[in-house]
Every structure is written in structure tokens, then in C-alpha cells.
């Protein structure tokens, strides 16, 4: 699958006073991953959601931890689809210190496709070719 990666600046807000990320913030890199997937792809994820009335509601986040990344360190989150059925997708992440490529963290989040209502919906088929479905594809 096609990896899509963006690059960051760890903000002292994201940190404690020790200088070390607060552990939430890899799941914000993670929504910043998937959102310039998307761009990268040839679309807007705001405009899914507003043109399409498609939504990716987060059902399940994951997160491994292997090495604190601190303030003003440059990340690098590589984001790509490890799963695509009609009504579910899964990315995959790896969040990586840009100077050494150091593994810090690597997670998954899975969404349920939705309307506006969270009623679950098949994936458009305008947007099908972005995420091919995977093995078992209903």
C-alpha cells in the first residue's frame, strides 16, 4: 500500500515540563497523517464530509510507545491503509525522529464509514479508488 508521509515540529504545548510529549498528541500526529493522506491521494477529507456527507468515525486507536519524543524534535508520521472493506477502514501509522529515522511510536486507528446521523454507509464509490478494498472486501 502506498505510504503517505508528513512532517512536524513537536510544539513546547505538546510536551510536560520535562520537555517530553504528552502521549495524547501521537494521536493528534496520527489525525494530521490521515488527513494529508488524503490530500497526497487527490482530495479533500473536509470535502468528503461536506460535498459526500462521509464520515470516518474513529471505532478503535491504538498506539505503541517505544521512544519519548521531545520538544522542537522533527518527527516524520507515515501514514497508509492496512485495510479497506465497503464500510471500514484501518491506517496504519509510524511515527519516526526525522534526524535517525528512531522508531518512536506506531499505532492503527479503525473507522466506521458513516452519514451525518453515524448511520453506517457503504464507502462512495468516488472514493473507492483511494482505498482499494483489502482481502474478504465487505
Known sequence: MRRVESELRVRYAE?????????????????????????????EYRDMEAQDACFLAVTKAVCEYRAPARFNDQIRVQTWVSESRSRTIEFSYEIRLAGDDRLLAKGQTAHMVCDRDGKTIRLPQKYRCYFPLTSGGE
Not at 15 to 43: H, K, P, T
Open 15 to 43: 510536551s510536560d515540563q520535562m520537555g517530553i510529549v504528552y502521549y495524547a498528541n501521537y494521536l493528534v500526529w496520527m489525525e494530521v497523517g490521515r488527513v494529508d493522506y488524503c490530500r497526497e491521494l487527490g482530495f
